[in-house]
C-alpha cells in the first residue's frame, strides 16, 4: 500500500503563487501515473494536473499557470501554482497508481482570497 502525504496549501491572496508537495512512503521510480486533483465545497473532485506515460495533462483551467513535476530521489510528487484565483479555492489530493490501484493522500486545503 502507498501512502501519500500532501503538504504545502495555505491562504493566499489573487495573483499570488503556493507549491505543494506530495510525499510517498515508498520509491515512485516504477510509477508512472501520478497526479493532483481538487475538489471545492459542493462540487465533484476534478483532474488538475497529471504525469502519464505520455506526457503531462492539465485541466484546461490552470494550463499556463500551474505545473506538475516529480522528484524521484525525494519520491514527491509536486504542484506549482501560479497565478491563483479565487476559484482555485479547494482541497488538493495527489493520487498515483500502482498495480492497477489507486491511492490517495489525505488532502490540502488552498484557499485564495484577499
Known amino acids: 500500500q502507498v501512502r501519500l502525504v500532501e503538504s504545502g496549501g495555505g491562504l493566499v491572496q489573487p495573483g499570488g503563487s503556493l507549491r505543494l508537495s506530495c510525499a510517498a512512503s515508498e520509491s515512485i521510480f516504477s510509477i508512472n501515473v501520478m497526479g493532483w486533483y481538487r475538489q471545492a465545497p459542493g462540487k465533484q473532485r476534478e483532474l488538475v494536473a497529471r504525469?502519464?506515460?505520455?506526457?503531462?495533462v492539465y485541466a484546461d483551467s490552470v494550463k499556463g499557470r500551474f505545473t506538475i513535476s516529480r522528484d524521484i530521489p525525494k519520491n514527491t510528487v509536486d504542484l506549482q501554482m501560479n497565478s491563483l484565483k479565487p476559484e482555485d479555492t479547494a482541497v488538493y489530493y495527489c493520487?498515483?497508481?500502482?498495480?492497477?490501484?489507486?491511492?490517495w493522500g489525505q488532502g490540502t486545503q488552498v484557499t485564495v482570497s484577499s
Open positions: 504525469i502519464t506515460p505520455g506526457g503531462l
Open positions: 493520487d498515483v497508481y500502482k498495480n492497477s490501484k489507486q491511492y
